[in-house]
């Protein structure tokens, strides 16, 4: 048999139609051809205007609201404290998170309440938050670091088991101690693990604000909402809508940013 | 030395009596289990003996006593060649300016240099191995212990490596500690291979290699001493291979 190749080269990089290009195109149409036909069939009164105002109302209500500071008072208060609550959540997670990786016997003694607290809804505690921290900013703080600590454990955790045993060894052979060891093996060594927690974590985080602020704030964009809805003023409530949503995608794509600068090596496999 | 198995003791190592001489290039051999791996791992503060002594002669305490080279891909992801090149000398403390000097100096010597902001990822599997021989190089011990480093890379490539890691040492002699399957690997690199036995291991022959350094892989292993010392490992090797696999009664 006589193979002769010429020049050969994969189907996929001759582009075309189907190619990038393409695809870019349709994802910035379809969501425009959606908020199209929301507003023709609100025009024609096809669906009902009073629970589906028309895109142009809601964009017409966000502008008046962005211009008189209302909308930005409440979206700076709840970041405010879905950060607080989110770093006092966070730091004890990520560092009892690498002991507990560490050491077989606090992994012990700390499994069985892990274990049992985790699975309660963050949203259950609530109550229980209020009568502990009152209804002030500290509740707040509070639902959202509950939700955030368990997630930043638990991952941070896992991350430090799965570290390969040899680069221990490693870190054993050339005498490395045990400060160094956390700081050289173990936290590199987990960190993309504990990256996940944190992007897991951070989603919780903004839910466990609105539900704080729904049941128990006067000030927030959850209190925002809630009140939108409780005086039936519908378009003010899909403004905070859009402000969370702009919040949701803006803060995953920082946190998409900082994964690349803190964990550059992170080319081919997960560690 | 005795491990637990199934609640069954299970004797990985019995009677290993082995002297290694400063500055020599000592090799193991053995058949796949035979405790030589555990040996090394003795010999690295790893695992500690059972029973029985080992005496690491220091003569300079401002030395590490060991440095090692392992059989996996052991150098860290997260850190760049240069950092995994210096991450002993800076756990011995070694002074940030002191440290650069020595690691481009082990850089240049694997020829890793245009590597060394690199990230392990971008490197193959020969390339890390030799980050790996660089970074126990650098800490300058005094016994260097490699467990099979070059035993998952392709043959080509491990034929370089082994150039390599022969250039270094001639230059740089320190008392090496290499274990191996390869009894060609052995003999190109060793100045003495040691035999040992299948489980529980023991040192079943000691063969002076005698060739004249400095070596160079392709040449020695066409010359008819080179082939008489392969026929000598190999008949007190054969038996203890076969007896690993069960086809021999002990």
């Keep these: 048999m006589n193979v002769k190749v010429r020049s050969a080269r994969p189907a996929r990089a001759l582009g075309g139609f189907g190619g990038i290009a393409t695809e870019r195109i349709v994802s910035i149409l379809s969501p425009l051809l959606l908020l199209g036909v929301w507003e023709g069939l609100g025009r024609l009164g096809m669906i009902d205007a009073r629970f589906f105002p028309p895109p142009s109302a809601i964009a017409e209500t966000f502008a008046r609201l962005a211009g008189s500071g209302e909308l930005w008072e409440h979206t700076v208060t709840s970041l405010g404290r879905v950060v607080i609550g989110f770093l006092i959540g966070a730091i004890p997670g990520l560092v009892l998170g690498i002991v507990m990786g560490l050491s077989r016997i606090v992994r012990a003694a700390l499994n069985p309440m892990v274990g049992a607290l985790y699975p309660i809804p963050k949203s259950a505690i609530l109550p229980l938050l209020l009568l502990v921290f009152g209804t002030g900013e500290g509740s707040k703080y509070a639902i959202v670091a509950s939700g955030v600590f368990f997630l930043v454990l638990l991952n941070t955790a896992a991350g430090v088991l799965g570290i390969e045993p040899v680069y221990l060894d490693v870190g054993r052979t050339f005498g490395a101690g045990r400060v160094q060891t956390f700081f050289t093996i173990a936290i590199p060594g987990a960190l993309p693990f504990i990256f996940t927690g944190i992007r897991l974590a951070w989603g919780i985080a903004l839910v466990l604000i609105v539900v704080g602020e729904i049941f128990a704030s006067r000030s927030g964009l959850g209190y925002f909402i809630n009140n939108s809805y409780q005086t039936f003023q519908v378009e003010k409530m899909y403004a905070g809508l859009i402000v969370m949503s702009l919040i949701g995608y803006v803060s995953f794509l920082v946190l998409d940013e900082l994964q690349r600068w803190l964990v550059p090596w992170r080319g081919a496999r997960a560690v | ?250």
């Design chain 2, 1 to 250: 030395m005795r491990f637990e198995l199934r609640g069954r003791p299970l004797v990985a190592l019995e009677d290993v009596n082995l002297q290694v001489r400063d500055r020599e290039f000592c090799c193991i051999v053995g058949p796949s289990g035979c405790g030589k791996s555990t040996f090394l791992r003795i010999l690295a503060g790893l695992e500690r003996q059972s029973a029985g002594e080992l005496e690491i002669d220091v003569r300079d305490p401002r030395r590490p006593a060991v440095a090692m080279v392992f059989q996996e891909q052991s150098i860290f992801p997260w850190m760049t060649v240069e950092d995994n090149v210096g991450y002993g000398l800076r756990m011995r403390g070694v002074h940030a300016n002191v440290r650069r000097g020595i690691v481009a100096h082990y850089l240049e010597k694997v020829g890793l240099t245009a590597f060394a902001r690199a990230y392990p990822h971008q490197l193959s599997g020969g390339m890390k191995q030799r980050a790996s021989v660089a970074r126990a190089f650098a800490t300058d011990p005094e016994i260097l212990l490699m467990d099979e480093p070059f035993a998952s890379v392709d043959e080509q490539t491990r034929s370089l490596l082994q150039e390599e890691l022969l250039r270094v040492w001639e230059t740089d002699r320190k008392t090496v500690v290499y274990i191996t399957h390869s009894i060609d690997e052995a003999l190109i690199l060793g100045d003495r291979v040691v035999v040992m036995s299948a489980r529980p291991g023991h040192v079943k022959a000691e063969i002076d290699v005698g060739l004249a350094r400095p070596r160079s892989v392709y040449e020695l292993k066409s010359t008819p001493e080179f082939a008489e010392l392969v026929a000598r490992v190999w008949e007190p090797l054969r038996r203890e291979v076969l007896m690993s696999y069960g086809a021999l009664a002990s």
